[in-house]
Nanobody, 114 residues
């Protein structure tokens, strides 16, 4: 059974940092391109960044230069280091494959506010 478990969210002030984790199980994690997504109420879920099986990365324009995606294939875990956070980064963050092959997990809430 596929499981995607996001963690690491929280409340942070503008300019602060958070590191999200995604623990994956039930599928051959190292062979999938993985992505971080986010969603705010009333809006569609959007792709924030993705990382290929070889470690190449790609970012949405709105996080370029502030967020860093990484993965540890030995631990079946993916990360999202978020720096210089802005109020508009407030959202529930999810992980999945780049093509959203699996059911969505619970996500982790990130709130950026002073």
């Amino acid at each position: 059974q596929v499981q995607l478990v996001e963690s690491g969210g929280g409340l942070v002030q503008p300019g602060g940092s958070l590191r999200l984790s995604c623990a994956a199980s039930g599928f051959d994690f190292p062979t999938y391109v993985m992505g971080w997504y986010r969603q705010t109420p009333g809006k569609q879920r959007e792709l924030v960044a993705f990382i290929t099986t070889g470690g190449n990365t790609n970012y949405a324009d709105f996080v370029e230069g502030r967020f860093t995606i990484s993965r540890d294939n030995t631990k079946n875990t993916m990360y999202l280091q978020m720096n210089s956070l802005k109020p508009e980064d407030t959202a529930v963050y999810y992980c999945n494959t780049k093509f959203a092959n699996w059911n969505w997990g619970q996500g982790t809430q990130v709130s950026v506010s002073s």
